[in-house]
């Protein structure tokens, strides 16, 4: 037998192998391995919802830049769409839509230094990998506006070859796309900065102590950073549509009042937040008189508000008077269902949690309505809301003696029809909601009550017996229980359904579509079936876009308005 030591070549390739996964080695390495595996698993998810959730708001993002009627790709326009939904409101929506995305920026930046002081750590390091990273984001972002144009003419230029014409053309139009200025040179940059991240970050995991808040420094880091360009490029390009706006109208003779509107109406936004916080440390002042000089400043601070915000009915006369009124319709269906539902599924799931025979039948009816196919329902409810004399409902009415009603057909408002009924003059700023939209209100009602009961019920299941057995020990009647017991500890179920209600309501379509007619006058109309008028119907895509955008930033204010309003006030237990 030799004695030849054993060869060093496979050694070798154990060392190669050792060194290869070095970075998947260590206590590092065990957490970049956890990271890998959790993104791979993320990964379906997060293509998925870039594909169908992401990219969708992106593209109407760059739609509603464009112009041209029944033309897809159109010309670019700017705020143009967004001016002539909401006139020069647009232009301060834009400015505060900058300042926002501000004051999100020292806000992330605030909560990021307060928690490096509290566990002495420095977060400067990781700036510069989320530069690289925020960078590369907003290149994408620009690389979908700047070749969005090139491949949506691709189906244009197809138009009228045969089939295997178009498979030859393809690549070549596409290639066109691809070689227009800036698209291809925007890519590389967009990656490299990827690439610059990737580099900067593990280098820096690799030459500097490790702790638990990588991730979240640099999560900040890349919020801010990315924020603070868009608010810059939301700047820039309003800024620049002024500047346009006053040069047109210079050729033509006319004045704008653009800049005197922007700066009184953000002052009397301004006023009216300083009012808030005056009357809200108003009532925590050491004395009497400070509190009364307190609500008094925040009554004057009011009153100048809403002075300095009379601008306000000027610009919503010069934009679209459709646009303004389905808002002011889709007002009154959300202040109409969404507290009933919730007020009725309530009441229902605290009578079904009770003792009481069939409440499991009773359970599975309540629940139909929300489980009926919402067209079909919606065309019953048609036929009974008729408006013909013999129509169902009026029959039932006629049956008590009562003149028959127009329901669907109806476009006067029920504070009007009441105020007829009592020979009563009622102004037409206190008309109300048309009867026409009291009949969508209350297949709202109908519909989604049984859905608030479920959860409800869910909720009345999760409390503990013994906080009523306790309560009634101490003498508490069931009122009592219920308002100091049941109410707070249903609070997180309200908060969800009132949030997820709001969505529903402003969001309010196929219903409403099936039950609309045209001798309600428009007055059903919401801001969903506008929209999707100026699509269908005016085929205006980029104009549909741009009131979707519009219709967006209005269900995001009321829910964070909703969730300001909540804090605080939601009990968890």
Aim: proline share 4%; glycine share 8%.
């Amino acid at each position: 037998m030799s004695d030849t030591a054993i060869p060093s070549q496979p050694q070798s390739q154990s060392t190669t192998r050792r060194t290869g996964m070095a970075i998947f080695s260590g206590r590092r390495g065990l957490k970049r391995r956890e990271a890998l595996l959790a993104y791979l698993f993320l990964s379906p998810a997060i293509i998925i919802i870039g594909l169908f959730g992401l990219f969708p708001l992106v593209f109407s993002a760059y739609q509603s830049t464009r112009a041209g009627l029944n033309n897809v790709v159109g010309r670019p326009d700017g705020l143009g769409q967004y001016v002539r939904a909401i006139d020069n409101l647009a232009y301060v929506l834009a400015f505060w839509l900058a300042l926002f995305f501000i004051a999100v920026v020292i806000r992330n930046i605030n909560e990021m230094f307060a928690t490096a002081r509290a566990k002495n750590e420095n977060p400067w390091r990781w700036l510069l990998p989320a530069f690289f990273s925020a960078a590369a984001l907003a290149l994408m972002l620009w690389l979908v506006f700047i070749f969005m144009p090139g491949l949506l003419e691709i189906g244009e230029k197809l138009v009228g070859f045969t089939a295997e014409e178009r498979n030859a053309l393809f690549p070549q139009f596409l290639a066109e796309a691809w070689n227009a200025p800036g698209v291809a040179s925007n890519f590389y940059l967009a990656v490299l900065a990827l690439i610059l991240s990737g580099a900067s970050y593990y280098y820096l995991q690799k030459n500097t102590a490790a702790t638990l808040r990588d991730g979240f420094y640099t999560g900040k880091w890349v919020t801010a950073v990315f924020l603070l360009i868009m608010a810059t490029a939301l700047t820039w390009l309003t800024f620049n549509e002024i500047q346009l706006a006053f040069a047109e109208a210079l050729e033509e003779g006319e004045t704008l009042d653009i800049w005197a509107q922007i700066v009184t109406i953000s002052a009397g936004f301004v006023l009216l937040l300083l009012s808030w916080l005056v009357w809200r440390t108003a009532a925590q002042r050491d004395s009497n008189l400070q509190t009364f000089l307190y609500f008094f400043a925040g009554i004057l601070l009011m009153v100048g508000g809403w002075v300095l915000i009379s601008e306000l009915p000027a610009i919503i006369a010069e934009g679209d008077k459709d646009w303004w009124i389905s808002l002011r319709t889709t007002i009154f269906y959300v202040i109409g269902a969404l507290p009933a539902e919730l007020f009725l599924g309530l009441v229902l799931a605290t009578l079904l949690f009770q003792e009481i025979k069939g409440k499991g039948l009773l359970r599975m009816i309540y629940f139909l309505p929300y489980i009926t196919p919402a067209v079909g329902a919606a065309a019953v409810f048609k036929v009974l809301f008729s408006g013909n004399p013999t129509g169902t409902i009026n029959t039932l009415l006629a049956s008590f003696g009562l003149a028959p009603l127009g329901w669907l057909n109806e476009p006067n408002g029920i504070n009007e029809l009441i105020g007829g009924a009592l020979n009563l003059n009622v102004p037409e700023w206190a008309a109300g909601p048309s009867l026409a939209l009291v009949v969508a209100i209350i297949f709202g009602i109908w519909k989604y009550t049984g859905y608030n009961v479920v959860f409800f019920l869910a909720g009345l299941g999760n409390i503990s017996r013994e906080y009523y057995e306790a309560a009634s020990m101490d003498g508490a009647g069931r009122w009592a229980q219920f308002r100091h017991i049941t109410l707070p500890l249903l609070s997180p179920i309200t908060y969800f359904l009132t949030i997820f209600g709001i969505i529903g309501t402003f969001k309010a379509f196929n219903t409403i579509f099936v039950l609309r007619s045209r001798a309600a006058l428009g007055t059903m109309d919401t801001a969903s079936l506008v929209i999707f008028d100026a699509f269908n119907r005016d085929t205006r895509i980029g104009y549909a876009a741009a009131l979707g955008i519009c219709l967006l930033i209005v269900i995001l204010s009321a829910t964070a308005l909703m969730d300001r309003f909540a804090k605080g006030r939601v009990f968890y237990g």
